[in-house]
């Protein structure tokens, strides 16, 4: 057993299995790139998340090579790659994460009636097969296991108990008995581990884990009560996001035992202080704007608009703050940077904000930051985040945009001008639209013909005041892929040409890795 599940043996001890780069990647339209996976899974490791799952090994090469990549870099953390109860994807999970200071092989098999009749296609005594034989392979190539029931809350206790015990006995380490479809309540998921716990023989033998969706709303509450019925271990992921309504939030798992440890006396090694910056980061990565009221990292986490709740904050912040914005990482704006600062200036902001480039990406933040203070008065810390996310976000595109130039008014139809730049060189366009967005949206597809249809576009401020850069998310689909892309910019259309450009390249990425693949398979 390794050093991470060990430390699980203690009542107060909370294991965290951040599971962003796997279960949050599902999400639809939030694909990350190799670049921005690898910068997600450093800053989980610097904050102190115990467990990393990295990806799936098995679901493409791209996938493969990240998780491959992570095993490597990462210095602390456990690093876990998913796997199906089949032996090719056990194989190809091992060698991914075979490089790891401390790994894990995490693999699941449908343990519900209806999984097992209209998915799984199988009897429960097949699946019991199949799990004492792969749990089994998957030992064999790590110490550390982790298994799961997937469709857990929806399968019979007695079957349940059976499953836990042969998974065990072939050498789980860890037994993630998840929500998979959100449909459990609190009480019924306290007392199913609570159940399990005391029913299976060798039960003491493995970490109890919890993994709750939120299609009721319902994935902390129930996180929380998997714990008080013996799971030291949650899987969650940042923002929350996931498959549908997504998973349970890393930040409000860790935030919950913080401030209520008079009713949860358990802990984290989770450094709190990080989890805006996480929150930032992979909503950038994911092109996923946070809602404004979302709990901890949202923008209005710790905003105060009524009368009332402003006269209390002014007498004492305990009135309407439960915990401290500097708690979760939450710092004030600082307005010290502008055209006149220079090179160490903008290298010690960057760490200040807990943002670290290479040279090369340095480099070109800095340059965008040039120009960027020379449009604007002030560049606040949010304008040099977004700036940063961004430059990480297209280092890698294929088509860039040049230039652009807006006619617009009461007086239509509007007409852009757009000049794009890829391999071939540069190119030009004009066309008219239906207002000055639709007119740039169909330059850019007489330069870049596509079928994608565009699902979501949405702006919103970085900052306050007349001058601030509009952040605009834009989401294509292209047959079953979906992706979305952000763009920021102090002109808003060039924000949503930037917002649409990147999607495009997602989009044209993803073909070619498909095209790899394919090709590769012949």
């Not at 998840?178 to 309540?185: E, H, L, N, R």
């Not at 704006?333 to 220079?342: A, P």
Request: proline share 3%; with cysteine; charged share 25%.
């Amino acid at each position: 057993m390794t050093s991470t599940t060990s430390t699980t043996s203690a009542r107060d001890r909370i294991v965290i299995f951040d599971t962003t780069l796997r279960d949050g990647e599902q999400c639809p339209g939030a694909t990350m790139t190799f670049d921005e996976k690898l910068a997600v899974a450093e800053l989980l490791d610097t904050m102190g998340v115990d467990i990393i799952e990295a990806g799936f090994p098995i679901a493409s090469i791209g996938d493969f090579e990240a998780v491959s990549e992570i095993a490597r870099r990462t210095k602390r953390a456990t690093i876990a790659g998913l796997a199906r109860a089949i032996p090719a994807d056990i194989a190809r999970a091992g060698e991914a994460v075979r490089h790891a200071k401390r790994a894990r092989i995490h693999t699941f098999v449908s343990t519900s009636p209806i999984h097992l009749a209209h998915q799984m296609r199988k009897s429960q005594d097949e699946v019991v097969e199949i799990i004492l034989k792969t749990v089994a392979q998957a030992r064999d190539l790590v110490e550390d296991v982790e298994w799961s029931a997937m469709d857990a809350t929806r399968t019979p206790i007695d079957y349940l108990c059976r499953c836990v015990e042969a998974a065990i006995k072939a050498g789980a380490t860890t037994i993630n008995l998840p929500d998979t479809v959100g449909y459990a309540t609190p009480t019924e998921y306290r007392d199913m581990f609570a159940n399990v716990r005391e029913r299976v023989p060798n039960a003491d033998k493995a970490v109890f884990s919890v993994h709750c969706h939120n299609d009721l709303g319902l994935a902390i509450a129930n996180s929380l009560a998997g714990i008080e019925g013996g799971a030291r271990q949650v899987e969650c992921t940042i923002n929350g996001i996931g498959e549908r309504a997504g998973n349970a939030a890393l930040e409000e798992i860790v935030m919950a035992l913080r401030t209520r440890a008079d009713v949860l006396p358990y802990e984290t090694g989770v450094e709190s202080t990080m989890l805006t910056r996480a929150s930032k980061l992979v909503s950038h990565a994911t092109n996923f704007p946070v809602q404004f009221n979302k709990a901890i990292v949202g923008r209005n986490a710790f905003a105060h608009e009524s009368g009332i709740h402003q006269d209390g904050m002014l007498k004492n912040s305990e009135t309407y703050e439960i915990m401290t914005p500097a708690s979760v990482g939450l710092t004030k704006t600082s307005l010290v940077m502008g055209k006149h600062s220079g090179r160490a200036a903008f290298r010690s902001k960057l760490e200040d904000l807990g943002l670290h480039l290479s040279d090369n990406q340095f480099q070109d933040a800095f340059e965008r930051f040039k120009a960027l203070a020379d449009r604007k008065k002030h560049v606040y810390d949010e304008d040099i985040e977004a700036l940063v996310d961004e430059n990480l976000a297209t280092a890698h595109d294929r088509i860039r945009l040049v230039s652009l130039s807006v006619m617009a008014g009461t007086r239509g139809p509007q007409r852009a001008t757009l000049r794009l730049a890829d391999e071939t060189g540069t190119r030009i366009e004009e066309a008219e639209g239906n207002g000055p967005v639709d007119a740039v949206f169909n330059a850019i597809t007489a330069l870049v013909p596509h079928q994608a249809q565009l699902e979501l576009y949405q702006v919103h401020a970085v900052t306050g005041g007349t001058d601030a850069q509009a952040e605009v998310s834009v989401r294509l689909r292209d047959g079953d892929r979906s992706v979305t892309a952000r763009g920021a910019d102090p002109d808003t259309l060039v924000a949503s040409a930037k917002a649409y450009l990147s999607a495009l390249n997602k989009l044209a990425a993803h073909a070619v890795r498909v095209h790899a693949q394919h090709a590769a398979a012949e």
